[in-house]
């Protein structure tokens, strides 16, 4: 499958394609994040994520989604760029964009088997948690250890002088 024949600009229009796969007896595995500065531990996540079930579902955060938190720097990539590049790893089926600041929207939507998380989160830090349990679905935490970030990144570049 082409990469671009992954990416639904329209979350809206995933839903009838994952209720056919859901039909079919698929397991159904959402996850969500950022993913501005793409590295192994985000490889190792999806590819963890994957293993749990059929369909890999991952929602990359616009630009407005990650302005509402004040604890993050605005992208690097747009969020178009993004989608793509995560579109191109072979554990990811579709990829949709999160407007939103918590996926609770598109976990209303999708009604995941399956909510994967990083292993630098837990139940008490996930606001929606609430919203994969009321669907039917559970939370699985998966990754490496938080051992790779993005902000580490950056910090190494700031270091270097690169940006």
């Keep these: 499958m082409d990469s671009f024949q ?4 329209n ?3 995933l839903t009838p394609i994952l209720e056919a796969r859901r039909e079919k007896g698929d397991t159904v595995v959402f996850g969500n994040g950022c993913f501005d500065l793409l590295h192994v531990g985000h490889v190792r996540y999806m590819e963890a994520a994957k293993s749990l079930g059929d369909v890999l579902v991952i929602a990359v955060n616009t630009e407005a989604s990650i302005a509402t938190n004040e604890n993050r720097e605005p992208s690097i990539n747009p969020c178009e760029e993004r989608m793509e590049i995560i579109a191109a790893l072979e554990a990811v089926d579709y990829v949709v964009p999160l407007n ?3 996926p609770i929207p598109l976990i209303e939507l999708y009604r995941p088997h399956i909510q ?4 630098d989160y837990t139940l008490d830090k996930m606001p929606e948690r609430f919203a ?3 669907g ?3 939370i699985e935490f998966v990754g490496d250890e938080k051992i790779h970030s993005s ?5 190494a570049l ?3 002088g690169e940006i």
């Design 132 to 134: 994969v349990e009321a």
């Design 158 to 160: 700031r270091e270097r």
């Design 116 to 119: 994967a998380k990083g292993t």
């Design 11 to 13: 979350p809206h229009d």
């Design 100 to 102: 939103a600041s918590v």
């Design 151 to 155: 902000t580490a990144l950056r910090q």
């Design 136 to 138: 039917g679905g559970r």
């Design 6 to 9: 992954k990416i639904y600009a």
